[in-house]
Structures are given as structure tokens and as C-alpha cells.
């Protein structure tokens, strides 16, 4: 089944512990993004990749890093997570064709709580 | 970023009614996609436009790609109770290109069965 897939679903961490949140598609996709959701301000962009090992920033990057050394994964990392990153955060995957997105597809989410 | 302009923010119908929903950008698009958010989910893609003027269903659902290329509009006819939840537009510029999609702020649909 062509999907993206996001680990964890849920996760509760402390102020300043490093995490890692998980994101692969299989379906062979070149853009890869993450967003995060929040009542009453919509989806919001963090960071986007075009690309294997090209990666950029979207309007919230702040606090955030990602990579992107294989096609199929692309990890969101919070060095040093804080309450204003609790959120619902989402992975994105899509074809990219003459600079079209084709089959934008959203992972089940991760739902971060940071205390 | 920038935002389009979704409307309705909330519906509230009888079951067996059709929804209408629209959204509106101030710049063209290429792309519209409708997608539809159930609780803590992940937003599912129901319909992608990719001309303008086109129409194209899915089921129950038909979506239509503006003539001015600023606007796309979603119905759902003979609404059940399943299809309860949030609907999101988005919209990719010409511009900005594939790296930027832009999205409505979601219409809530609930349904009285």
C-alpha cells in the first residue's frame, strides 16, 4: 500500500531532550515536507526537500532540523524541544514534475506534547 | 505565509443534503487539491485539479478548478454521516512552485442524522 509513514503517533517529552520524530513514503517520491497543525493557525510549512540531501526552510523552521540522505526518509529532529512545539505535526510526500506537485500525501501524524 | 480564503468556516446539514464549499486566492494557481481531516488523522487527498476549468468527481464528490484560475470549488451530494469532518483546499502557485503549497484554514462539516 503507497503510504507515509510517521513514527511515533504520540509522544510526551521533557523540556530540552533531544527527539527524533520519523517520516517514510514508499512510493519512490521526490518532495518530501513537514508541517505542523495548530488550532485556529492551519498547516503550517517547517522545512520542505526537493530532493536526496536537498532540503530548505518553510515559515517555521525555527527550533527544527531535518535531513535527507535517502530518498525514502525524511526525519524531523527538535535538538532542544520546548511547550511552544507541542503540536500535531505532519509528513508530506509527492511527485515532482514540471514543477507540479502530483499525489500530495499526508502521513497519520505525530502528536507531540513538550512539558 | 499566505492563506486562502476558505468559506464557509462551518457547516451544519441534515443528513441526505448537499454541501457546497469554496476557496479563494488574490493569485492564480496550477493546482488545487481537496482534502478531508477526520480527528488527529492525517488530511486524505480526494480530488486534484490541474487545469483550469476542470471538473472531476469522486463519488459523491465533484470539484471544480476555477476559470480565473483564483477559486475552487468542492460539493458533496446526498451527504451520509461518514462524511463528517474537516475539509482543506490547497492551492500550488506558479510562482512559488511545488515547494509551497498553500492552505485554506478547512471548512467543518457536521452532519444532524
Known amino acids: 500500500e503507497a503510504q507515509v509513514t510517521q513514527n511515533p503517533r504520540y509522544l510526551i517529552t521533557v523540556t530540552g531532550k533531544k527527539l527524533t520524530v520519523t517520516c517514510s513514503q514508499n512510493?519512490?517520491?521526490?518532495?518530501m515536507s513537514w508541517y505542523r497543525q495548530d488550532p485556529g493557525l492551519g498547516l503550517r510549512q517547517i522545512y520542505y526537500s526537493m530532493n536526496v540531501e536537498v532540503t530548505d526552510k518553510g515559515d517555521v523552521p525555527e527550533g527544527y532540523k531535518v535531513s535527507r540522505k535517502e530518498k525514502r526518509n525524511f526525519p524531523l529532529i527538535l535538538e532542544s524541544p520546548s511547550p511552544n512545539q507541542t503540536s500535531l505535526y505532519f509528513c508530506?510526500?509527492?511527485?515532482?514534475?514540471?514543477?507540479?506537485?502530483?499525489?500530495?500525501?499526508f502521513g497519520s501524524g505525530t502528536r507531540l506534547t513538550v512539558v | 505565509g499566505q492563506q486562502l480564503n476558505q468559506s464557509p468556516q462551518s457547516m451544519f446539514i441534515q443528513e441526505g443534503e448537499d454541501v457546497s464549499m469554496n476557496c479563494t486566492s488574490s493569485?492564480?494557481?496550477?493546482?488545487w487539491l481537496w482534502y478531508k481531516q477526520d480527528p488527529g488523522e492525517g488530511p486524505v487527498l480526494l480530488i486534484a485539479l490541474y487545469k483550469a476549468g476542470e471538473l472531476t468527481s469522486n463519488g459523491r464528490l465533484t470539484a471544480q478548478f476555477g476559470i480565473t484560475r483564483k477559486d475552487s470549488f468542492l460539493n458533496i451530494s446526498a451527504s451520509i454521516p461518514s462524511d463528517v469532518g474537516i475539509y482543506f483546499c490547497?492551492?500550488?502557485?506558479?510562482?512559488?512552485?511545488?515547494?509551497?503549497?498553500?492552505f485554506g484554514q478547512g471548512t467543518r462539516l457536521t452532519i444532524n442524522p
Open positions: 493569485s492564480i494557481f496550477n493546482t
Open positions: 512510493m519512490n517520491h521526490e518532495y
Open positions: 490547497a492551492g500550488q502557485s506558479p510562482i512559488q512552485g511545488a515547494q509551497k503549497l498553500v
Open positions: 508530506a510526500s509527492s511527485q515532482y514534475r514540471r514543477d507540479r506537485v502530483y499525489g500530495y500525501t
